[in-house]
């Protein structure tokens, strides 16, 4: 049977655990003061993976909050997945040889796919695509920017190139707590026949349970932020809500 995965989220920006709204980095609340401590809550509610977010990485291109992954990835008991900053080879090569059990390709995957291309072809399944949609069509460089790609056709290109994993984020549902795309995440898993965790919109136990009964269909996990942070429910309640 597969089984539904819950990723609770840590956002860095400035060594700090921070959500921005709708990605904007003007519109930000800073939650905590050590992303290792925050990680540290997480495990012990439970969380066997942690999903980390490197903000200021993605804005430069480059990766700036990696010795707060690492720490995570090597000292506590979870699996970690990082996005944001990671542009080059190397930047894969260091974070999985250090311990990191997922890296995740985003913006490259539109704007370097051969790049991106040969990551999957190296490290398989230790590569989750990260695609990022408004309407229905993929949004990269932070969410400046709209492509003319939709996110299904991205995904299929992908999948063929070997992607398992998706992370798919509805960006207009993204740290507004209004509920997540059912229809597109259950899309994408339809037509990649791969594996999608489900980004964004996450708000209350009833969303993850929707979410979960997807499972099937190969939709399976949820990232979920904002939701933990302003406490409309712990780790804990969330893993017992898709085991039930």
């Known amino acids: 049977m ?7 989220a840590i956002d860095m ?12 980095y003007n519109q930000e609340t800073i939650y905590g003061d050590s992303p290792f401590d925050m990680a540290q809550a997480f495990v012990n509610d439970g969380a066997e993976w942690i999903h980390m977010v490197d903000l200021d990485g993605a ?20 699996k970690v997945q990082i996005g944001g900053g990671i542009r080059t080879e190397e930047d894969v090569e260091y974070y999985i040889e250090n311990g990191v059990d997922r890296v995740i390709l985003g913006s490259a995957a539109i704007s370097n796919p051969a790049f991106v291309k040969k990551m999957l072809k190296i490290y ?14 993929v949004a990269t460089e932070g969410w400046l920017q709209t492509s003319s790609v939709k996110a299904t056709e991205l995904g299929v290109e992908l999948a063929n190139a070997g992607a398992e994993v998706f992370i798919f984020t509805d960006i207009a549902t993204d740290g507004m707590l209004s509920g997540p795309n059912l229809e597109a995440v259950a899309n994408l898993a339809s037509v990649t026949g ?35 942070y302003t406490n409309q429910f712990s780790v804990r309640e969330a893993l017992q809500e898709v085991k039930s």
């Open 13 to 24: 920006r400035g060594g700090k655990c921070v959500r921005l709204l709708q990605g904007d």
């Open 124 to 137: 398989k399944e230790k590569i989750a695509i990260g695609i990022d949609a408004k309407n229905g069509y």
């Open 59 to 78: 804005k430069a291109g480059k990766r700036v909050n990696d010795e707060y992954v690492i720490q995570v990835a090597q000292k506590l008991n979870a």
């Open 194 to 228: 791969k594996q999608v965790i489900a980004s964004g919109g996450v708000s209350s136990l009833a969303d993850l349970t929707a979410l979960s009964e997807l499972v099937g269909q190969g939709v399976c996990g949820a990232i979920v932020g904002k939701a933990l």
């Open 2 to 8: 597969s089984t539904f995965t819950i990723y609770p």
